[in-house]
Structure formats: structure tokens, C-alpha cells
């Protein structure tokens, strides 16, 4: 098959999506091409993007079309053999809206990674987001006393301020990715570092960088009940009186269990199997 996906950005949890599935998809016989909203149009709102998505997509070639996000489903409805995956919650008002015409619209059509999403859109597939141990695994290398690391976008969407102050008043040393890090250099930062952060707010579908700091052998771990965080053997911030007594006082978890659904052979095995029963 030829796919043709699009999404908003490779920067980020869906960029990071895609960058793992498709050598999966490559290595299955397909063919595979990657269109950026941001990257390859310079178009960064759905306005601004809605014409052009649709004349570079009818430049292409393609068996089946697979889009990441609403905004990026939207200009293609009717389009012949288009699938859409939702990677997360819209909680703005009109995003929430559109997120759920669109849902609505796709039908079978649609892949969710969560299951809060499942039980909104009945006819759509649930699909995990996963990790790949082969890459993401325990090194063995020497850890630096009292460092958390953080690996997510620096805005209120993931805390990022006040899990630095909180870092700052438990005296620990904070070391951050800055979203800059390729895959060789994120597997040695979760290796190198004590203690693995992430809060993201409600809008999370999945948060991967918990199960990646899990596959490297992080031991203490700490994150909330959003995105896939109350089904993981981790730390959850609720549990404490606030982010500072969870970094302190977070239990060290020796034996992590990820669940084998989470595997991008997984996912990959689900996609080809809806889109061969559905085209």
C-alpha cells in the first residue's frame, strides 16, 4: 500500500508517533510519505492551512491517507480512503466541538490511543501508543545524584513552571531535553538521570515519555491520572500533598510492568488490519 500521512509538526509526543511507526509500515512492504502542516507547508493554524494541505495531498499517489488530529482530518472529508488518529483531548470549546464532528464523521475510519476516547466514538479502533525496548532500555550507566528530568514542551499545558519551582525547593537539579534530543541522546538522558517527570493536563491522550523512562530502568517516576498515567505502576503527583513532596517522598519502583500492548508492533498491526478491511 501506498499511505500518505499528514500531521502538525514532527516536534512532539505525534512527530515521535510516526517517526516509530514508520519503519514498521516500510518494513511491512508499504510505501511510505510523511507531510508536515508546520515543517514542509510553514503553515501553523488550520486556516492558514486548509487549501494548501488539500493541493499537496491531490499531488499525491496514494491507497490510503492517514491524518493526525482533527485540524488535520478536517480539509480532507470525503477524500477516498482517509483515516484519522486522535492523540489526544480538546478542551477548548471549539476544538472539542469540531474534534467531535470529525469523530462522528470517520466512524470506523477513526483510531483513538485512549479509552475514555473509545467510549466517545463507539465505531473508532483503540490503538496504544508503545515503545520500543530494544531502544529504549537499561544501559547501566552511572546515574547523577538528584536529577529529574523533564521531556516535554515548555508551557502551562505541562507544568513546566511549577514543576521547576518544585524542583528548585526540594534542592534537586533539574535536567531538561528542550524537545532538542534525536533518539540516541533521549535513551542516554533517561539513563542518566534519578528521577522522571511529566504532568501533563487534561488535554493528554497518551504521554509516551512515561513508558520510555520506564523501558530505561527509571526507578522513581512521577506523573498524574491524565493520559494513560492511571493505568502505569508509577508514581501519581494526587497521591501527594504537592509536586515538591512528590519528588521527595515518590516510592522507587524496582519492578515497572509495561503493558504489551504497548508496542508499536502492535499498533502497526492494528492499523494494516483496519485498513485492509475497510478500504
Known amino acids: 500500500m501506498k499511505i500518505l500521512i499528514v500531521l ?3 516536534k512532539g509526543g505525534v512527530g515521535r508517533i510516526i517517526e516509530s511507526i514508520k519503519p514498521l509500515l516500510e518494513k511491512a512492504g508499504n510505501e511510505v510519505e510523511v ?3 508546520e515543517d514542509d507547508l510553514k503553515s501553523y493554524s488550520l486556516k492558514d492551512s486548509f487549501f494548501k494541505l488539500r493541493r499537496e495531498v491531490k499531488k499525491r499517489d496514494y491507497d490510503i491517507l492517514y491524518t493526525q488530529d482533527w485540524s488535520c482530518a478536517l480539509p480532507f472529508l470525503g477524500f477516498r480512503n482517509h483515516y484519522c488518529s486522535f492523540q489526544g483531548f480538546e478542551t477548548h470549546k471549539i476544538g472539542k466541538l469540531l474534534q467531535g464532528v470529525v469523530g462522528r464523521i470517520m466512524g470506523k475510519h477513526l483510531f483513538v490511543i485512549h479509552p475514555l476516547q473509545k467510549k466517545q466514538f463507539p465505531k473508532s479502533t483503540l490503538v496504544y501508543a508503545g515503545v520500543d ?3 529504549f532500555k537499561n544501559l547501566n550507566l552511572k546515574r547523577e545524584k538528584g536529577t529529574v528530568g523533564f521531556a516535554n514542551w515548555h508551557n ?3 507544568n513546566y513552571d511549577k514543576i521547576k519551582i518544585a524542583v528548585e ?3 534537586l537539579k533539574m535536567v531538561d531535553t528542550n524537545l532538542s534530543l ?6 542516554r538522558f533517561y539513563n542518566k538521570i534519578e528521577t522522571f517527570i511529566s ?7 497518551f504521554n509516551i515519555t512515561w513508558i520510555e523512562a520506564m523501558s530505561c530502568g527509571v526507578q522513581r517516576i512521577i506523573g498524574n491520572n491524565n493520559g494513560i498515567g492511571p493505568y502505569l505502576d508509577i508514581n501519581h503527583v494526587e497521591d501527594f500533598k504537592s509536586i515538591e513532596d512528590s519528588l521527595k517522598n515518590g516510592k522507587i519502583m524496582a519492578d515497572k510492568k509495561i503493558s504489551k500492548d504497548f508496542s508499536w508492533n502492535a499498533y502497526v498491526d ?6 485492509n478491511e475497510n478500504t
Open 8 to 10: 502538525i509538526r514532527w
Open 35 to 37: 507531510i508536515s502542516r
Open 133 to 135: 525496548k530494544n531502544v
Open 156 to 158: 502551562d499545558n505541562y
Open 169 to 171: 525547593k526540594a534542592g
Open 182 to 187: 534525536s533518539q540516541k541522546e533521549l535513551v
Open 199 to 205: 504532568l501533563p493536563e487534561t488535554f493528554a491522550g
Open 270 to 275: 492494528k492499523l494494516e488490519g483496519v485498513f
